[in-house]
């Protein structure tokens, strides 16, 4: 049986005309609640549910914004996707997430291209600046914002933190305890926020007259077990840092776990940064000072632009960045004396 007999057989139970009983269903136009509950109880004694890509392509909305991740797995993607979450639902859209390693990988592309159109609009989580996909949005003027994104111009509205004034407040607050041989783990390069964060670590050490010492900067990829091996590298040095900023708070985890195994202190030894304030970071040992994402405000702000764009607006076509707050915790002290 197809989707419109169906649906005839739906009235037909119901005691309305197909037209209501669209409408029952769609949640559109004018319906009493007594016709509505005989339509719902005719569909579900049917099992019928509308065929919600075609209701699309006759310029339906869907009420489904689609979260597009690459690699979804890190904390602070989590965190990221319940702030968006929260915000949608409360303004009456759902979400619907599509993992993958890249966006225009084999098979993805074909994907892509359904979940977009079944979606009203779309936010791409940590975009991927090489990414084909991302300039697939662009030419097609997709409805679409980039979340946390800072690899490159792009005619799409990107809601992201100030990666690199964060960087230097958080390196700054390192240089206020004193220390002078300040490590950075770097991430991974895919969104471009490493390096501007790399970029806030040069710069505050150079505004405080600090040599920029290529051994002092590793990478760590973003992962705990990153962090980890990092840090053990700037351990091995013959001289080592009084403290280290990491690029995120998984990396500062994996760093405090490498100093603690050979025998050292957090921060009687060394002093360890993170950034992002994810929820671990109030529950490690030490607990951990980092800089703080504005989650919540900037899921409001993301959900808001897409949905404006989904509404008939024209893109904001800008970036807006968030500031971040200093979060002080037990990780970071003075530098050693014997080290000053």
Do not use: W
């Not at 005691?15 to 136009?29: F, L």
């Not at 030419?139 to 005619?155: G, K, L, W």
């Not at 024209?314 to 707050?325: L, N, Q, V």
């Amino acid at each position: 049986m197809g989707k419109t007999s169906k649906l005839s057989e739906v009235a037909k139970i119901a005691g309305v005309s197909p037209i209501t009983a669209s409408r029952a269903i769609r949640g559109n136009g004018y319906v009493s609640e007594a016709a509505r509950t005989r339509v719902m109880a005719a569909a579900a004694q049917l099992n019928y549910t509308p065929d919600m890509l075609a209701r699309r392509m006759r310029g339906d909305k869907s009420k489904l914004i689609g979260v597009f991740v690459n690699n979804y797995g890190s904390l602070v993607l989590h965190e990221i996707t319940k702030a968006i979450s929260q915000e949608a639902r409360r303004i009456g859209y759902d979400i619907l997430i599509f993992n993958a390693e890249r966006f225009d990988g084999p098979g993805r592309a074909p994907t892509c291209d359904m979940l977009s159109k079944l979606c009203d609009g779309l936010l791409l989580l940590l975009p991927k600046g090489d990414d084909g996909y991302l300039d697939v949005i662009e030419r097609q003027r997709i409805p679409a914002v980039f979340f946390s994104f800072d690899a490159r111009d792009v005619n799409v509205p990107v809601v992201a933190v100030e990666n690199r004034q964060a960087a230097r407040s958080a390196v700054d607050h390192l240089i206020g305890l004193g220390h002078r041989r300040i490590a950075f783990i770097a991430g991974s390069s895919g969104t471009g926020q490493s390096a501007q964060r790399q970029v806030g670590y040069t710069e505050a050490l150079a505004a405080a007259g600090l040599p920029v010492l290529p051994e002092l900067m590793v990478e760590g990829a973003f992962v705990q077990a990153g962090g980890y091996a990092a840090t053990e590298k700037l351990l091995a040095l013959a001289q080592r840092p009084t403290a280290i900023f990491a690029a995120n708070d998984e990396m500062a985890f994996g760093a405090i776990d490498a100093i603690h195994s050979k025998g050292l202190k957090v921060p009687g030894d060394i002093s360890v940064m993170g950034f992002d304030d994810i929820p671990t970071a109030a529950g490690v040992f030490p607990t951990l000072s980092t800089m703080r994402q504005p989650l919540p405000e900037m899921a409001a702000r993301a959900v808001g632009e897409v949905v404006q764009m989904i509404e008939g607006a024209p893109p904001a076509s800008k970036k807006i960045a968030f500031p971040m707050a200093l979060v002080v915790r037990n990780s970071t002290g003075p530098a050693p004396a014997v080290a000053a």
